[in-house]
């Protein structure tokens, strides 16, 4: 069981760990900005972004800012960034919440395989390369991975 | 300017690309399954997923099914997965169906620096390292990065 070879430093009851054994994939990715938050450590960050939450700064990065032609026109993001401070060997957590131990994949936890978050925020406006959102939940620091109009899926 | 050194092949009227220079995160990915779906090709692939769509299988990766635990009492999914054919150097694009040339990150287009697709899912069943799932858009054989209950966010 790979379960069993788990690291054991700093888990809670119930959790399990496994040494991530990389397949790891031939894909790099780009950082392609940054995110200013009003948090500076994970303890102090929302558990959840709320879109009447306080103003954060995107920030994108120099080469990527003629990607955001007609960006001004939604009222609804959804960002992607990176919780880079994240284990990732976690397969089953406890939430701090307590309550039952659960897979990974069936939390929305930081602590994942590919810590990738998935945000939809407010845009309030773009300024330059500047994006200034309400919604985040994330670290001031935070590197960002993506930017899409809202998804509306069909239902 | 970045976008006057763009690559020009393939490219519609308009649409601009340019030189990634990566600054490459110190970040990897790792595939914790792969996709299978009715398609086979990209011009077969629906433009976006629809949750009455065709049922697509999920393959988790051995490795990390014990992550799955507790799946299956969401009826909604977030899957997160590597567009691995897309190029990632497009700053400006001009929609197939055609209109306005638009910034990459106004557009949810799978030409991305970070080809990292989000769809919403209904999960039909778990069955061992298998997840059937409606609302799909991708080609099989798409390396899937991660999994997440559908998210729900405080309006």
């Not at 790979?2 to 119930?14: C, F, Q, T, V, Y």
């Not at 659960?102 to 994006?131: D, M, W």
Request: proline fraction near 9%; glycine fraction near 8%; charged fraction near 25%.
């Amino acid at each position: 069981m790979e379960a069993k070879r788990a690291a054991s430093d700093g888990l809670r009851p119930g959790e399990a760990a496994l040494s991530v054994e990389p397949v790891p994939a031939p894909a790099k990715l780009y950082f392609i900005g940054r995110i200013f938050t009003p948090w500076a450590t994970r303890e102090e960050c929302p558990r959840q972004g709320d879109l009447h939450g306080p103003l954060c700064r995107v920030e994108i990065a120099e080469t990527w800012v003629s990607a955001l032609v007609g960006i001004q026109s939604f009222e609804r993001l959804q960002l992607l960034y990176w919780m880079h401070l994240s284990r990732r060997d976690l397969v089953l957590q406890n939430p701090r919440q307590g309550g039952e131990v659960h897979g990974t994949f069936a939390l929305r936890s930081p602590l994942r395989p590919n810590p990738i978050a998935s945000s939809l925020v407010a845009l309030e406006r773009v300024e330059g390369a500047s994006l200034f959102v309400r919604g985040l939940d994330c670290i001031t620091g935070t590197p960002l991975l993506d930017i899409k109009p809202e998804h509306c899926p069909r239902a």
